[in-house]
């Protein structure tokens, strides 16, 4: 087993592992455990997924929680591009890689040297991750499904516990902290004056728009 295959079946095992949560979160905020499995299947980028169900369990629409997700899923497409000059698939393979372009198998891909390594830690990961995400976001949602009220466990608000989760990690900087205090302050002064799920798109303009201005500013 080389170095990137140890390293893509590592993060597989840690993150396919959290696909419990999503799916007992994913049945908490209202998705059949066929929805919530679909879900996972299709969007595949847990990021999106904790915004979409967010927005679902806090009253907010479909075309709301699609915009959310979509918003937070913009970064697979810069690591689409990257990815492509760095594995050259050939174009059969392409559909396929840009599935499974999510933050691990990037991770996985450029922290490696050798071209072979590369695609190898990149398939390593993404296969690995999509089998591993999607087993335990079913067992979670027979399991979600299985607890009855998610008021009752306390899982009506654990979607936004999740998400912050995930954010946490990334606020090593000044300028990601910056974004996420002004995102913060928007969503606050947004939620009393418009539709569920509407802040959160509202949020991640600002934080656009404050993201331009600092690679501007680094720049010049």
């Known amino acids: 087993m080389t170095p990137a295959v140890r390293m893509g079946v590592s993060i597989a095992l840690a993150v396919g592992l959290y696909g419990i949560s999503f799916g007992a979160l994913g049945v908490a905020s209202g998705l059949s455990v066929l929805q919530t499995c679909a879900l996972s299947a299709l969007m595949f980028t847990g990021g999106s997924q904790f915004a979409f169900i967010g927005v679902v369990s806090g009253g907010g629409t479909l075309p709301a929680a699609f915009a959310a997700a979509s918003l937070l899923g913009v970064r697979n497409a810069v690591y689409a591009v990257q990815l492509n000059a760095l594995l050259k698939p050939p174009w059969a393979l392409r559909p396929l890689q ?59 608000g654990a979607a936004v516990a999740a998400f912050l989760g995930l954010l946490w990690p990334r606020l090593r900087q000044r300028d990601p902290v910056v974004v996420a205090v002004v995102a913060a302050f928007v969503t606050l002064v947004a939620v009393p004056f418009v539709p569920p799920g509407i802040p959160i798109i509202l949020a991640a303009a600002a934080s656009a728009v404050i993201a331009v201005w600092q690679h501007r500013r680094a720049r010049d």
């Open 98 to 156: 840009a599935h499974l372009t999510i933050d691990e198998s990037t991770a996985t891909a450029a922290a490696q040297l050798d071209p072979a390594e590369q695609r190898r830690g990149f398939w390593t990961a993404g296969v690995g991750v999509w089998i591993l995400w999607n087993s335990f976001t079913l067992v979670g949602a027979l399991i979600g499904s299985a607890l009855g009220d998610p008021a009752a466990w306390g899982l009506d």
